[in-house]
C-alpha cells in the first residue's frame, strides 16, 4: 500500500505511530470525560428509588392528614349537635314528653353537612330526679364508639 502526501509524493510512515482512538491511555481519558458527563444506569436507579421513597412518605403523610380532617371534622359535629340537644334538654318543662321515662330516639342531620346521626336518649326517674343519658352514633353505624352524655333535671330550680 503506498500512501502519497499533499504535494503527490510518498508520505513518511512513523513506526511508532499509535492512531489516537487506539491509545489506551488516550482512550481512557475520553471514557472519564465521558462519564463525568452524566450518570450511570446505578446512579439513575438509586436516585429514583430515593425519590420513590419520599413520594410515597409524602402520599402516606397527606393520606393520614385527610384522615384526621374527617376525624375532627365528626368530632366538631357531634359537639354541636350534643350541646344543642342538652339546651334543649334544658329548656324543656319537666313533665315534657321527650322526658318520659323509657327510651327515645332520633335522626339527626348536622347543619352545614351531610352527615346523620342517630341520637338516642333514655330517661330514668328516681325520687324526684330524672337521669337522662344520651347516645350519639354516626349513621351508617360504623366502628367509631358512640358519644356519651349524662345529665340530671329536676323540677326544682337551681338543681
Known amino acids: 500500500m503506498k500512501l502519497k502526501g499533499k504535494s503527490g509524493e510518498k508520505a513518511k510512515i512513523n513506526p511508532g505511530f499509535i492512531p489516537r482512538s487506539f491509545s489506551k491511555t488516550d ?9 463525568a458527563r452524566g450518570f450511570s444506569l446505578v ?4 436516585a429514583m428509588g430515593i425519590i420513590f421513597f ?18 375532627s371534622e365528626l368530632h366538631r359535629v357531634s359537639g354541636e349537635i350534643i350541646f344543642s340537644r342538652l339546651e334543649w334538654f ?8 321527650a322526658l318520659t321515662p323509657g327510651v ?11 352527615l346523620l346521626f342517630l341520637l338516642t336518649w333514655e330517661v330514668e326517674e328516681e325520687d324526684g330526679v330524672k337521669k337522662i343519658r344520651m347516645s ?3 349513621k351508617p353505624s360504623g366502628s367509631r364508639p358512640p358519644i356519651r352524655v349524662f345529665w340530671l333535671k329536676s323540677p326544682e ?3
Open 136 to 138: 350519639l352514633y354516626q
Open 90 to 97: 334544658k329548656s324543656l318543662d319537666y313533665q315534657h314528653q
Open 27 to 35: 482512550a481512557g481519558s475520553d471514557c472519564s470525560r465521558e462519564r
Open 104 to 114: 327515645h330516639q332520633e335522626t339527626v342531620k348536622a347543619s352545614g353537612s351531610e
Open 157 to 159: 330550680p337551681f338543681f
Open 43 to 46: 446512579e439513575t436507579i438509586i
Open 54 to 71: 419520599l413520594l410515597a412518605g409524602t402520599v402516606e403523610l397527606l393520606s393520614y392528614s385527610l384522615l384526621l380532617k374527617h376525624r
